[in-house]
């Protein structure tokens, strides 16, 4: 079985170090015990977050003009590393049901993180899906027929993010079987059930400001915002190095939109304006269609 809870330094293929936790999703409360060394997580006047709960049924994989180069050429998704990841794709449905939940308005000062804006740290090219869908998809390809398998892959803490990984593979690959299942009680920091992903979000600002709050106390705190940890949720599909998940030119574009890229990101290619991106999208449609 695997060790859960045990800590591991590693770096990511963008050069980036974080702390990875198998098989567990860590609170935030654990993880500013665990880590007070971080600057983000030793905070002490970090807003006092409603408890929000979101169920959410979409998901997205945004990529750069190779990456899509890639994905409209082989009419799917393949993966790298052994796995495909997908991010939580939070609509404003999902924080009205949300903000319905707690019968509380969810302030947009309270949602300023990445995982809840429209532009991407990652590229101009979004592909966006209902996450059962995929699972259908998956299931018919890869897993002989039968339902995958959903599981809690771990928890990654970078300097200012915490990302909980969510495990899709297909029951017969048996390498996986050391990883908890992911609960289907809404009780937990993730879940699945009646086809959606339920996220105890803990951390839904990476920015406040909090001058309007304390302007009398302290004009020196002007236009100086306050910088936070943030969380949010990656789902991982399990992919053989051939494999690529079909879907076909017509599901791709209904599924591809266009994004504007934020000022912080994490780009591997040159940054490009969401004109020149539709441009590209658009010489696709008319090669393809």
Excluded at 196 to 222: G, V
Excluded at 227 to 247: I, Q
Excluded at 250 to 257: E, N
Aim: glycine share 4%.
């Amino acid at each position: 079985m695997a060790q859960h809870g045990k800590w591991v330094e590693k770096t990511n293929s963008r050069g980036y170090t974080f702390q990875q936790c198998d098989g567990k999703h860590v609170s935030l409360t654990e993880l500013k015990e665990k880590f007070p060394e971080n600057c983000y997580l030793r905070k002490e006047n970090i807003p006092c977050y409603p408890t929000y709960v979101f169920n959410v049924k979409k998901v997205c994989h945004v990529t750069e003009r190779p990456g899509l180069d890639g994905i409209l050429s082989d009419r799917g998704f393949k993966g790298k590393d052994d796995f495909l990841w997908w991010g939580l794709s939070v609509t404003d449905d999902d924080i009205v049901n949300a903000e319905k939940r707690i019968q509380l308005p969810i302030s947009d000062k309270f949602t300023t993180s990445p995982a809840f804006l429209r532009e991407s740290r990652y590229g101009n090219f979004c592909f966006s899906f209902n996450l059962n869908e995929l699972l259908n998809l998956y299931s018919k390809q890869f897993c002989r027929r039968t339902s995958p398998i959903l599981r809690v892959l771990g928890t990654h803490l970078y300097r200012q993010e915490i990302a909980y990984l969510v495990l899709v593979h297909p029951r017969h690959i048996r390498r996986y079987r050391k990883y908890p299942r992911l609960p289907i009680d809404e009780e937990f920091l993730c879940g699945y059930s009646q086809k959606k992903i339920s996220w105890h979000c803990q951390s839904p600002s990476n920015e406040y400001n909090r001058h309007e709050e304390e302007k009398e106390k302290d004009d020196r705190s002007h236009g100086r915002p306050e910088y936070f940890v943030w969380d949010n949720v990656s789902v991982a599909f399990h992919m053989n190095p051939h494999w690529v998940l079909r879907v076909g030119h017509k599901r791709l574009f209904k599924s591809l939109s266009v994004c504007e890229v934020a000022s912080r990101n994490l780009l591997k290619d040159q940054e490009m304006s969401v004109h020149d991106a539709e441009k590209i999208v658009k010489y696709y449609k008319d090669k393809y269609n």
